[in-house]
């Protein structure tokens, strides 16, 4: 994959077509490099000089396979990448400080010194944190910069106290379910196991667009077996390479998602060991507040992060604090018991389980999902037991390690 290079073949005495070719890919030196860009995929490239600029670049193609009969991530690059060499001197690439002169959106600025710049903008934190506090600074984290780039000004915006905004939610690729639930962004394999998925799911974002570099193991996945689902308001590039596409109003995926819940919930599609170990449904909350039952609630004293489940022989028992194993414990997903406290008194308790399901009966039936996110109910039930199926395929023992994939 090469980018052409629109300077090359205008000069002033070019000769024909064949020539003007032969001289834009003409080089005296490569060397390694990569790229900084979004994905921070940081692609191996074969960078070209030509009289000590670069000329072009190509993917290096270089990867061994990660795992016998997975394809490999080569050639691991993009047209992003490969046109990078010409913004190295496009016109429109800044170099040095920029001040605006004139109105915001006039497109009129001056050049200023690096002492200038720094100047002006300490003046502007400092003027800031006094008259507003820290928190009235934001830091944009940009999406060119890379890691390295990264890490000094969120370092420096920590140290002030500011404001700092994430990059996959500036481009729209921040899975927010898997942050919520889970408390990390990315509670993934790598990339390369999408190959082995029963059905990948393209929801929340466009990798075809987003994630270039990687976005070979959906088509290769689908080659395999795999159904491949798009989710989006538009036809995006990535819906192109679906089986199915999914249209939905814009901002309504919740009651989607919850549609689908509340089908694999009724039919019983779920793992009950997952949801007992992995999250937090069945932990003991009080109906009359919808707060969760605490140990300093039950023991005078006690921590006020240990919280409870019910056993159906022991009754109420303390929910492990040091790991996700059950350790012997059966919790019970659906009832409600009487719980004395230390003051004595008895209140009623239930499980956020319950609390779940009788939310989804009452509010997010297909029926009453499809009338906010617009997809109709039928989908909504085919697509919740597709997502089930797959994953119940790996309960049951299948080799496979990852069988549905939100991308």
């Known amino acids: 994959m090469v980018a052409a290079d629109p300077r090359v073949g205008t000069e002033e005495g070019a000769g024909p077509t064949a020539e003007r070719y032969r001289r834009r890919w003409r080089w ?70 920029l001040r605006r002169v ?14 200038e710049a720094l100047e002006e903008i300490a003046e502007a934190v400092v003027e800031a944190i006094d008259l507003e506090g820290p928190e009235s600074i934001l830091f944009e984290e940009t999406v060119e910069g890379g890691l390295l780039t990264q890490s000094p000004f969120l370092r420096f915006a920590g140290l002030l106290g500011a404001v700092t905004l994430d990059a996959n939610g500036l481009v729209n690729d921040f899975p927010t379910g898997h ?6 962004f990315s509670c993934a394999s790598t990339v390369d196991d999408t ?12 990798p075809a667009y987003t994630s270039i570099p990687y976005f070979h193991y959906v088509t290769e996945a689908r080659y395999r077996g795999a159904r491949v689902v798009t989710i989006a308001p538009d036809y995006n590039a990535s819906a192109v390479f679906a089986d199915q596409y999914v249209p939905i109003r814009p901002g309504t995926d919740a009651a989607l998602a919850l549609g689908m819940c509340q089908v694999i919930i ?20 009080l109906t009359g507040t919808g707060r969760f039952l605490r140990g300093a609630d ?19 028992r303390p929910a492990s604090r040091a790991t996700l194993t059950l350790e012997g414990a059966r919790p019970v997903l659906q009832g409600r018991w009487m719980v004395r406290l230390h003051d004595g008194s008895e209140v009623e308790v239930t499980t956020v389980f319950e609390l779940l399901r009788a939310r989804l009966d009452g509010e997010y039936r297909p029926e009453q999902a499809a009338a906010v996110c617009g997809v109709p109910a039928g989908v909504i039930g085919g697509l919740a037991r597709l997502v089930a199926g797959a994953a119940r395929r790996s309960w049951r023992g299948s080799t496979r390690r990852s069988t549905t994939t939100g991308t």
Request: glycine share 14%.
């Open 102 to 115: 004139g109105e915001r959106g006039g497109g009129e600025w001056e050049r200023i010194s690096w002492d």
């Open 195 to 206: 190959f082995h998925s029963d059905v990948v799911l393209l929801w929340h974002s466009n």
């Open 179 to 184: 942050h919520i639930t889970f408390g990390k």
């Open 28 to 97: 005296d030196g490569v060397s390694w490099g990569t790229h900084c860009l979004n994905c921070l995929a940081t692609c191996p490239y074969r960078v070209y000089r030509r009289d000590g600029e670069v000329a072009f670049e190509e993917v290096g193609g270089v990867l061994p396979p990660v795992e016998e009969g997975v394809p490999d991530l080569n050639p691991l690059g993009c047209q992003k990448g490969s046109g990078w060499s010409v913004q190295l001197s496009g016109e429109d690439r800044v170099t040095h400080p």
């Open 266 to 285: 009724e039919e019983g599609l779920f793992d009950e060991g997952f949801v007992c170990s992995q999250t937090d449904l069945p932990l003991l909350v």
């Open 298 to 316: 039950v023991r005078a004293g006690d921590r006020e992060d240990q919280f409870f489940c019910w056993d159906p022989e022991e009754g109420l």
